[in-house]
């Protein structure tokens, strides 16, 4: 059984910053990693992902401002975040796509991590 267990976020005013981490548990092969962002009324969007070499690969809104990195060897992700503006204010979930196989991957998602940029 994954799981996945993320930390970091809290309230922050707008130009601050804050890093999110999310560790997945269990003797697992791990992927690509990413992490995803939900505000309210609004569909689950991509924020960043790495691949298991260090490739990573940004959205628009975060480039410059965000930086996703991984620890392969504690099966861990970070999202460092900077320059934060109120409309970055959503749940941060993290995502692994976990090796099951030599072309097969199994997708799991964190609990999400609530991030409030405001005054």
């Known amino acids: 059984q994954v799981q996945l267990v993320e930390s970091g976020g809290g309230l922050v005013q707008p130009g601050g910053s804050l890093r999110l981490s999310c560790t997945a548990s269990?003797?697992?092969?791990?992927?690509?990693m990413g992490w995803y962002r939900q505000a309210p009324g609004k569909q689950r969007e991509l924020v960043a992902t790495?691949?298991?070499?260090?490739?990573?690969n940004y959205v628009g809104f975060a480039q410059g401002r965000f930086t996703i990195s991984r620890d392969n060897a504690k099966n861990t992700v970070y999202l460092q975040m900077n320059s934060l503006k109120p409309e970055d204010t959503a749940v941060y979930y993290c995502?692994?796509?976990?090796?099951?196989?030599?072309?097969?991957?199994?997708?799991?998602w964190g609990q999400g991590t609530q991030v409030t940029v405001s005054s």
């Open positions: 995502n692994v796509a976990v090796r099951t196989g030599s072309y097969s991957r199994s997708s799991y």
């Open positions: 790495t691949t298991y070499g260090g490739t990573t």
């Open positions: 269990g003797r697992i092969s791990i992927d690509a």
